[in-house]
């Protein structure tokens, strides 16, 4: 019996709104006030096509049988963007993909309608460095260690019980965790064959039983699904694509059997590396996401939410509409930057997108001195007995250098040390 195939197309146009990417402002490209310049919003590239036309779009390559009393699934297709070539993946993604901007909202949390989720990755071992706010989920998108030391994995793990425990100044209802590539003792047949190139000969391996067992007071997450407060579906994932010989690492041709085992009523999506185009780009611009791992967010799963790290110098967020990218890298390129905890409140109603919780705050210049008082960074208080200064000034994005200037501690570098520390605990205090 003869079988006939159909196929269909898609085109796409521009949108009257495209930021040209070459004459954006910072401003333009800053998402809330999460004090860094955040990514993708002005894109050169955000089409009109959603999730949903995609997923029209794949439907249509469905097999049609003259037959009528057999339907026939249509053979496998080459892929036809290039998985291992980020750059010409890309190039002819890119206008596939939809940049709108999140929708926003400040003030405490509203337990009746939402549950406040706080986003970290990629710490580092500079955990206590990072403040989290008040939150009934804290998620942490990988990379706590930089070898797998099982010593920063206790500590890394002592962190999160005192949180829970509401010793760090906020309270955290309870930790979701996964692995990332630096996370080498998690991964132990692999670490057996690469550790000579981490560590000095001579030092040993670590022990990697110990590292594993060590973490926890947390739910950790190696490809698993887990259901956390208010029915929130959570899926976890370390993988990402073949990066030097780090841990969990799979060819791109490969990766995608790791993505479609993400089960489709997934709410909250936590992997260590970005999908292509979101969050993804390097300090030298190139698009290092995964090509599957996108396919699979927004033609089948379509999670609300989906955090993850790994390229340090794409911190921040974008939405398509459906999904929020959270890039929560807690520390810069050079680990020396050390970003603010993104929050994000989930709403209850599963129809409505995530949101993005931008911090706020009426304190005044006495309320602010004390707070410093209080809150042990009473060393700063001469610099604002001299300068009157407000709160949403002093977290404002991308203005730290005038902070310190309009304070007159710029020249003081412990001062700056001390302020920065200050205002990343007092960003926190201001999420209610």
């Given at each position: 019996?003869?079988?006939?195939?159909?196929?269909?197309s898609q085109?796409?146009?521009s949108?009257?709104s495209?930021?040209d990417?070459?004459s954006?402002?910072d401003?333009?490209?800053?998402?809330g006030?999460l004090?860094?310049s955040?990514?993708?919003?002005?894109?050169?590239?955000?089409?009109?096509?959603?999730?949903?036309q995609?997923?029209?779009?794949n439907e249509?390559?469905?097999?049609?049988?003259?037959?009528?009393s057999?339907?026939?699934a249509s053979?496998?297709?080459?892929p036809?963007?290039?998985?291992?070539d980020t750059?010409?993946?890309?190039?002819?993604?890119?206008?596939?993909?939809?940049?709108v901007?999140?929708?926003?909202?400040?003030?405490p949390?509203?337990?009746?309608r939402?549950t406040?989720i706080?986003?970290?990755?990629d710490?580092h071992?500079?955990?206590?460095?990072?403040?989290v706010p008040?939150c009934?989920i804290?998620?942490h998108?990988g990379d706590f260690?930089?070898f797998?030391?099982p010593?920063?994995?206790e500590?890394?793990s002592r962190y999160?019980?005192?949180?829970?425990?509401g010793?760090?100044?906020?309270?955290v209802?309870?930790?979701v965790?996964?692995a990332g590539?630096?996370e080498?003792t998690f991964q132990p047949e692999?670490?057996e064959?690469?550790?000579?190139?981490?560590?000095h000969?001579?030092?040993?391996p670590y022990?990697?039983?110990?590292a594993?067992?060590a973490?926890?007071?947390?739910?950790?997450?190696?490809?698993?699904?887990y259901?956390?407060?208010?029915?929130?579906?959570?899926y976890?994932?370390?993988?990402?694509?073949e990066?030097?010989?780090?841990?969990?690492?799979?060819?791109?041709t490969e990766i995608?059997?790791?993505w479609r085992a993400?089960p489709?009523?997934?709410?909250?999506?936590?992997t260590?590396g970005?999908?292509l185009?979101?969050g993804?780009r390097t300090?030298?611009?190139?698009?290092v996401g995964?090509?599957?791992?996108?396919?699979?967010i927004q033609?089948h799963?379509r999670?609300?939410?989906?955090?993850f790290?790994?390229v340090h110098?794409s911190?921040g967020v974008?939405s398509?509409g459906t999904?929020l990218y959270?890039?929560a890298?807690?520390?810069?390129?050079d680990y020396?930057?050390h970003n603010p905890?993104?929050v994000?409140d989930?709403?209850?109603?599963?129809?409505?997108p995530?949101?993005?919780v931008?911090?706020?705050?009426?304190?005044?210049?006495?309320?602010i001195?004390e707070w410093?008082?209080?809150?042990?960074?009473?060393?700063?208080v001469?610099?604002?007995e001299?300068q009157?200064v407000?709160?949403d000034?002093?977290v404002?994005?991308?203005?730290?250098?005038e902070?310190?200037?309009?304070?007159?501690?710029?020249?003081?570098?412990k001062a700056?040390a001390?302020?920065?520390?200050a205002l990343?605990d007092?960003?926190?205090?201001?999420?209610?």
């Amino acid at each position: 019996m003869s079988k006939f195939w159909a196929t269909g197309s898609q085109s796409s146009s521009s949108d009257d709104s495209t930021f040209d990417d070459a004459s954006c402002t910072d401003s333009d490209r800053t998402v809330g006030s999460l004090g860094y310049s955040s990514f993708e919003i002005a894109e050169d590239e955000p089409p009109e096509a959603s999730c949903r036309q995609l997923e029209s779009f794949n439907e249509s390559f469905r097999a049609i049988s003259i037959d009528t009393s057999e339907v026939t699934a249509s053979p496998a297709r080459p892929p036809t963007l290039p998985v291992d070539d980020t750059r010409v993946a890309w190039a002819r993604a890119r206008h596939t993909q939809n940049f709108v901007p999140p929708q926003r909202r400040s003030g405490p949390p509203d337990p009746t309608r939402y549950t406040r989720i706080a986003c970290i990755s990629d710490t580092h071992g500079y955990h206590k460095n990072i403040a989290v706010p008040n939150c009934d989920i804290l998620i942490h998108g990988g990379d706590f260690t930089n070898f797998g030391e099982p010593e920063m994995v206790e500590d890394t793990s002592r962190y999160f019980a005192e949180l829970q425990r509401g010793e760090r100044g906020a309270r955290v209802g309870s930790v979701v965790c996964i692995a990332g590539n630096h996370e080498l003792t998690f991964q132990p047949e692999h670490y057996e064959k690469v550790w000579r190139q981490f560590h000095h000969p001579e030092s040993g391996p670590y022990d990697c039983q110990r590292a594993r067992e060590a973490l926890n007071n947390c739910t950790y997450l190696e490809d698993e699904s887990y259901t956390a407060k208010n029915g929130i579906k959570v899926y976890g994932s370390p993988w990402q694509p073949e990066f030097h010989r780090w841990a969990f690492n799979l060819p791109r041709t490969e990766i995608g059997d790791k993505w479609r085992a993400i089960p489709d009523d997934t709410d909250v999506l936590v992997t260590h590396g970005p999908p292509l185009g979101r969050g993804d780009r390097t300090g030298d611009g190139q698009r290092v996401g995964c090509l599957e791992l996108m396919r699979q967010i927004q033609g089948h799963v379509r999670p609300r939410l989906h955090v993850f790290g790994h390229v340090h110098e794409s911190y921040g967020v974008s939405s398509d509409g459906t999904t929020l990218y959270v890039n929560a890298s807690s520390v810069g390129r050079d680990y020396e930057k050390h970003n603010p905890c993104i929050v994000v409140d989930l709403p209850h109603d599963p129809s409505i997108p995530a949101v993005l919780v931008e911090p706020s705050s009426s304190m005044q210049q006495d309320d602010i001195r004390e707070w410093l008082r209080q809150n042990g960074h009473e060393r700063l208080v001469p610099f604002f007995e001299r300068q009157e200064v407000s709160a949403d000034f002093l977290v404002k994005p991308d203005n730290f250098g005038e902070v310190c200037c309009v304070l007159g501690l710029h020249r003081s570098a412990k001062a700056v040390a001390d302020l920065k520390a200050a205002l990343m605990d007092l960003r926190a205090f201001m999420y209610g």
